[in-house]
């Protein structure tokens, strides 16, 4: 891989650390898909488990099946801003598991974690002697009350294998680069061998192309904070919309406003829709009728549950939104 790379993304991911990651704590991929691929296939062993968030994304599911690793599903609590249910947690864990996952900010719920839970997770980690997969491939696109703070700030708790990506926050998704970085100051992840283990499956798959990593270290230097906060401030105006909208539709409740990514999770009272079976029904049919798709909740573990993305331009947004209260004033029960 083209050398500077590693550093570029060491440099930018330690701004917002209390030490400083090296180089060579930086794991290049494919995309971030492609390093859920790696940390999956390199975590799977005989007889063991990961613990995933409900609900979810479901590449992690997908990627531990075809691994044979055994997956236990702990809650996110709608009622609490989709915090952890760490009594849940604690419950699944076993000597047998390998590792929990926390995405933050949210994808499908659109939530950010506070500092507080946060400590609380990876204390939660450190007990149950597990280490933390930080999903943060929506680092900083952050908009509500609660700031980002990446998980690595604790990692003198429990260690954390941190995944991110430059399409997010740079909005350039068809680049495919990606990163793991072990953030782990004690070096625990160097005695169980992760490392190892981590740089052998490296050789044996593909980098990202030579092009896109020498471009990418230029993006990395020079994107100006003006670019980020644009950003930000496009996405918290379409978010604002989305619940706002949302808000109007009697059979669809919004438990917590999204703060962060580019989605939320909606849940659906059927027992106001006639002719509405279930959350996928809602869906085909809603695409049929309003050539709206949204994605049922089944599909990241809720079922009766729907997930919007709010990541479209504003003018499509509110059409979009106007054809599914459409959709759900004609399917309502009559009274």
Same mark, same amino acid.
């Given at each position: #891989?083209?050398?500077?790379?590693?550093?570029?993304?060491?440099?930018?991911?330690?701004?917002?650390?209390?030490?400083?990651?090296?180089?060579?704590?930086?794991?290049?991929?494919?995309?971030?898909?492609?390093?859920?691929?790696?940390?999956?296939?390199?975590?799977?062993?005989?007889?063991?488990?990961?613990?995933?968030?409900?609900?979810?994304?479901?590449?992690?599911?997908?990627?531990?099946?075809?691994?044979?690793?055994?997956?236990?599903?702990?809650?996110?609590?709608?009622?609490?801003?989709?915090?952890?249910?760490?009594?849940?947690?604690?419950?699944?864990?076993?000597?047998?598991?390998?590792?929990?996952?926390?995405?933050?900010?949210?994808?499908?719920?659109?939530?950010?974690? &506070?500092?507080?839970?946060?400590?609380?997770?990876?204390?939660?980690?450190?007990?149950?002697?597990?280490?933390?997969?930080?999903?943060?491939?929506?680092?900083?696109?952050?908009?509500?009350?609660?700031?980002?703070?990446?998980?690595?700030? #604790?990692?003198?708790?429990?260690?954390?294998? &941190?995944?991110?990506?430059?399409?997010?926050?740079?909005?350039?998704?068809?680049?495919?680069?990606?990163?793991?970085?072990?953030?782990?100051?004690?070096?625990?992840?160097?005695?169980?061998?992760?490392?190892?283990?981590?740089?052998?499956?490296?050789?044996?798959?593909?980098?990202?192309?030579?092009?896109?990593?020498?471009?990418?270290?230029?993006?990395?230097?020079?994107?100006?904070?003006?670019?980020?906060?644009?950003? @930000?401030?496009?996405?918290?105006?379409?978010?604002? $919309?989305?619940?706002?909208?949302?808000?109007? $539709?009697?059979?669809?409740?919004?438990?917590?406003?999204?703060?962060?990514?580019?989605? @939320?999770?909606?849940?659906?009272?059927?027992?106001?829709?006639?002719?509405?079976?279930?959350?996928?029904? #809602?869906? @085909?049919?809603?695409?049929?009728?309003?050539?709206?798709?949204?994605?049922?909740?089944?599909?990241?573990?809720?079922?009766?549950?729907?997930?919007?993305?709010?990541?479209?331009?504003?003018?499509?947004?509110?059409?979009?939104?106007?054809?599914?209260? &459409? #959709?759900?004033?004609?399917?309502?029960?009559?009274?």
């Amino acid at each position: #891989f083209v050398v500077p790379i590693p550093r570029s993304i060491a440099e930018y991911l330690s701004l917002d650390l209390p030490y400083k990651l090296s180089p060579d704590d930086v794991y290049l991929s494919a995309g971030a898909n492609h390093a859920i691929e790696i940390l999956v296939t390199v975590l799977a062993r005989p007889g063991a488990n990961v613990l995933l968030p409900r609900p979810g994304y479901p590449l992690y599911e997908a990627r531990a099946a075809f691994s044979r690793l055994e997956v236990r599903h702990f809650d996110l609590l709608p009622e609490k801003g989709w915090e952890v249910d760490l009594h849940g947690v604690e419950a699944l864990a076993d000597d047998k598991t390998v590792a929990m996952l926390v995405i933050n900010p949210g994808n499908p719920c659109g939530n950010v974690f &506070t500092i507080d839970h946060m400590n609380k997770i990876a204390a939660t980690a450190r007990k149950l002697g597990i280490l933390l997969i930080a999903d943060e491939a929506y680092d900083h696109l952050a908009f509500g009350s609660n700031p980002f703070v990446p998980m690595g700030v #604790f990692a003198s708790i429990t260690p954390v294998l &941190t995944l991110g990506t430059i399409s997010k926050r740079w909005v350039i998704p068809g680049w495919r680069l990606g990163w793991m970085v072990t953030n782990d100051p004690n070096g625990i992840l160097q005695k169980s061998r992760i490392v190892e283990s981590l740089k052998s499956y490296l050789n044996i798959t593909a980098d990202p192309t030579t092009l896109v990593q020498g471009a990418v270290t230029q993006v990395i230097k020079n994107t100006t904070e003006d670019f980020f906060l644009k950003t @930000t401030n496009i996405i918290r105006g379409a978010a604002n $919309i989305c619940y706002d909208r949302l808000e109007e $539709i009697p059979c669809i409740t919004c438990p917590h406003k999204p703060e962060g990514s580019m989605f @939320t999770m909606v849940k659906l009272n059927l027992c106001l829709l006639e002719d509405i079976n279930d959350d996928m029904d #809602f869906c @085909t049919k809603l695409a049929k009728e309003e050539s709206v798709v949204v994605l049922p909740g089944f599909a990241v573990g809720l079922k009766n549950w729907l997930r919007i993305t709010f990541a479209i331009e504003p003018p499509l947004l509110e059409d979009s939104l106007e054809r599914i209260k &459409t #959709f759900c004033l004609r399917h309502a029960k009559k009274q």
